[in-house]
C-alpha cells in the first residue's frame, strides 16, 4: 500500500533532502493534522506537483502542521 500524498507549493522542496526536515504547513498540512488526524510515526509522501517527492515521516503534529522527517526524495 502505498502512503497518502500531500501537495507542497511548486519550488518549497527545492534544496530538501534525505535527513532533512520539513515543516508540510497551511491547507495541506491542517488537511493532514486536523481533519485526517495523521500520527506521529506515519509515513506519507510531498509532492510539489513538479516531479518532486519526498518520503517522509511524521516526527510531530502542530498547530502549523506536521513536521516531517525526509526519508528519501525523488525528482
Known amino acids: 500500500m502505498s502512503a497518502p500524498v500531500f501537495l507542497a507549493g511548486e519550488g518549497t522542496l527545492d534544496g530538501i533532502a534525505a535527513g532533512d526536515s520539513y ?14 488526524r495523521r500520527a506521529v510515526g506515519e509515513r ?20 502549523e502542521g506536521l513536521t516531517l522527517r525526509v526519508e528519501a526524495r525523488e525528482d
Open 23 to 36: 515543516l508540510l504547513d497551511g491547507q495541506e498540512g491542517r488537511h493532514a493534522g486536523v481533519v485526517q
Open 44 to 63: 506519507i509522501d510531498v509532492v510539489d506537483g513538479a516531479g518532486v517527492r519526498l518520503h517522509t515521516v511524521i516526527e510531530e503534529v502542530g498547530p
